[in-house]
């Protein structure tokens, strides 16, 4: 079975230059018949105006006698009148009645009258040579003055000759042109193409490691300059994505490394101790590590979870703002009462929906809601609410609040305020700011006006399906609830 030959690859120059070369050719093409045509016109209307000179230099010789017209040359006239060093000439005169008065053929008789005065020229053959002909009728000279018609023929020599010598003339010019305008154009293309062909080198180049810019936007041609432009955005936020990488993977591999070693110290412990008092607590101490660097782990893989490369791969739909909330308060209830947290709910009880991805918006809350707990101190009070208009979720506590000097921090990875009496791992801010990101909402800190506690704040770009009356309730009503 014969191989089908491969297609060639998509070239932008490919097509540049045959885009501009097939319409040159046809250009100069169409040139050269047009000028063919023109040359042909007027060297036909050159010799057809030599044909009529000479019939009408006939009918000046034209005389009357008592017979009728009659129309006489000496020889020498006949010789200088018929000499051609080319073609051959011929005339036939013969008056209205058709009797022949004068010339050296018999010319075909033209079908209809020939109008009085007015030359017409037509094709024929004579001889079974083809010829040009001029016919022309005139009046005699009186007494009679009969109508006359004069007839010259000329064969078509010189004006095949001229023809062929114009096509001579003008074909090898016309080739020249197409050659000089086709190595201009290829020049002109492959010169302006230059930059994509340097730019597609240093592309070729280009390694993980070193991720600068393409090249020097003010030399670029207007054309070519956006896309390099973008090439360069490009590079850049991939750099920046890799910075952000190696950052967030140094940061997690620091982090897992403290609970690693506390849990291989305390389990050497354990191993050691012979006191079974000091071994339980040794135990405890284990548990403890586990615990942290599963909630470490988990805390990592969310935010992994809700980085933007993974945003195409999340599964949106309706989502209950304000069911969400109290099922999220009923799931933190046992933390808050333990640390004799008030946890409660300010807003309706549902009917505010929004389009999200129901897990990550749960983890979003629930990282507030943890943070809150976390850092609010014991005896706090921490709100959950939720509002229609404009449209944002947000979590309030009453303790000692983030300095302002601290609030561009605080959603970094792995940060933590100074002094804070928190076990968190820094990540929870930083989860939750991602996650609001992947559904265009904002997250922020709001002042709350009193000198305590934070307001965090989550608004999204959305409107609820259905307004609901709003209930002002704490944590052991909306247990009940």
Known sequence: MPRSRPRPEPSLRRRLLIRLWLPLLGVLLAGACVSVGLAVHFGNVAHDRWLLDSALALATQLRSETTGPRLTLPPSAVEMFEWDSVDQIFEDVTDADGHHLFGNASFPRRPGLVPANVPQFYDEMLGGRPVRVVAIAVTGPPPESKTVVIQVAETLIKRKTLVREIVLLTVPLQVIILLLAGAFIWYAVTSSLSTLDATASRLRTYSPEHLVPVGEGESLPSEVKPLIVAIDQLIGKLAEAREAQQRFVANAAHQLRTPLAALQVQTERASRETDPRKHAEALDEVIKSLSRMRHLTQQLLTLSRADASSANMLRMEPVDLAQLARSEIERWADAAIERNIDLGYDGPEKGIVVHGEPRLLSELLGNLIDNAIQYGG???????????????????DDGPGILPQERSHVFEPFYRVRGSA??????GLTIAHEIAARHQATLGI??????????IEVVFSGSPAAPSPAVDARAGEALDA
């Open 378 to 396: 014991a005896g706090a009070s921490v709100t959950v609410g939720v509002r229609e208009h404009p449209l944002k979720l947000f979590v309030e």
């Open 446 to 455: 709001v002042d709350t006006g009193d000198a305590r506690g934070a307001r």
């Open 422 to 427: 928190g076990a968190g791992c820094g990540l």
